[in-house]
């Protein structure tokens, strides 16, 4: 069964940089590409970084320049150093991954397996 696990929220004041993890298991390989998301309640869930096993990233435009993806194969796990945040940034932020070989964009459609979230709150 496969399993990505998010860990590093928590609350931030306004500036903050935490960095998140994603732990993925039960795969039987290394996943072609792992994103990360976010949603507030109310609101439809977004891309904000991912990263592919060929190292391409992309970036939505809102965190492009401090948020940075990166990725561990060896022990299949994901980041996102997070820099600057602002309340406006206030979510559950999901990882999410795939296994297929093929274009990719910020798009929940292109991603198979995601996390259960992790609550990052940003007080101003």
């Known amino acids: 069964q496969v399993r990505l696990l998010e860990s590093g929220g928590g609350s931030v004041n306004r500036g903050g940089s935490p960095r998140l993890s994603c732990a993925a298991s039960?795969?039987?390989?290394?996943?072609?590409?792992m994103a990360w998301f976010r949603q507030v309640p109310g609101k439809e869930r977004e891309g904000v970084a991912a990263i592919d096993r060929d190292s391409t990233k992309r970036y939505s435009t809102s965190v492009n320049g401090r948020f940075t993806v990166s990725r561990d194969n060896a022990k299949n796990t994901l980041y996102l150093q997070m820099n600057t945040l602002q309340p406006e940034e206030t979510a559950t932020y999901y990882c999410?991954?795939?296994?297929?070989?093929?274009?990719?964009?910020?798009?929940?459609?292109?991603?198979?397996?995601w996390g259960q979230g992790t609550q990052v709150t940003v007080s101003s």
């Open positions: 999410a991954a795939d296994g297929r070989r093929k274009w990719w964009s910020l798009s929940q459609a292109d991603f198979t397996y």
């Open positions: 039960g795969y039987d390989s290394t996943f072609y590409v």
